[in-house]
């Protein structure tokens, strides 16, 4: 682990409560310093309330957050000074057009008037924004509205920069820009701590990714380690009857000898498998016992199949410490 001078952000035994909620519980992060650093997990895991308190925007309960080598509660305004943060909801005035709203900030944040409007003009255009930079903001679309918010924390070129879900709303044209922005912003030197529910996203943007579930950190590590824990290869596939989906979890179970997952939300069964020419004999087993398929494939792991393994491991210890607790306490 690096030090906390080392690291542009240094995190232990972060907790914080509301009420009787735990959001964050007991988190420990080292963010190397000019790396792309991914908080990932669903909703109501933790992700926003970490960045709230990193950003001195909250006071945490227990735990010590160092932002390049500044106490984070005990020196806020400091810290503030060398970071910028883009949240989940633009914090724009939307009777301003957006060139006037980024010269304001510009100017806000110590540039001389021809310096805010130069560098105004420069981020216009970097977010394809020239086109739309006369009309007040509220004219703007949700997409527009997100690129000029991240191009008004931009302003300065930070040390740190937070980005809460950025890329949320935004066209695939959008997503490619931003994200090119953000690789050029950490391979300048800006540290970046990115959260997002888009697992490619984390892929091919973060040099680490931390899984949240529920508060706690369930896992770290870089795309390619996180990618281990599922396997050398992923079996994926959709059956056309949902009522099916249970008997051919366990088919595919009894084949590969792992269990078979599905995902609620999309309904693709996933198995891991090794063997290509395994995953063939599945699908022609399964094609034999009668199962019809609206797709299926055989390729690498993805954060997709990380995330859903993680999750449900975590899902299953509980379930069995509430079984010990019934059955003991």
Known sequence: MESAMESAISVTGLAKRFGRTVAVDGVALEVPRGSVFGL??????????????????????????????????RNPAAVRRRIAVT????????????????????RLRGLSSRAAKDRT????????????????VRTYSGGMRRRLDIAASLIIIPDVLFLDEPTTGLDPASRNRVWERIRSLAAAGTTVLLTTQYLDEADRLADRIAVLERGE???????????????????????????????????????????????????????????????????????????????????????????????????????ATEGEEARYG
Request: proline share 4%; net charge negative.
């Open 121 to 136: 003009g420069e981020l216009l255009e970097m977010f394809d924004l020239v086109d739309a930079a006369s009309r007040p």
């Open 217 to 319: 950190v369930i896992a770290e590590g870089s795309p390619g380690r996180l990618k281990e824990i599922v396997g050398s290869g992923v079996l994926r596939l959709r059956t056309k009857e949902t009522a099916g989906r249970i008997s051919v979890d366990r088919l595919v179970a009894e084949l590969t000898g792992e269990p078979a997952r599905t995902h609620s939300r999309t309904g693709v069964l996933t198995a891991r498998m090794s063997d290509p020419a395994l995953a063939a004999d599945a699908i022609a087993w399964l094609t034999r016992a009668g199962v019809e398929f609206e797709s299926f494939s055989f390729g690498y792991p993805s954060l997709d199949d990380v995330f859903l393994a993680l999750t449900e491991r975590v899902t299953e210890d509980e379930e």
């Open 87 to 106: 949240g989940q909801f633009a914090s724009l005035d939307d009777d301003l057009t957006g060139r006037e709203n980024l010269t304001f900030l510009g």
């Open 40 to 73: 990932l997990g669903p909703n109501g895991s933790g992700k926003t309330t970490i960045v709230r308190v990193l950003t001195t925007l909250l006071r945490p309960d227990a735990g010590v957050v160092r932002i390049l080598g500044l106490d984070a509660v």
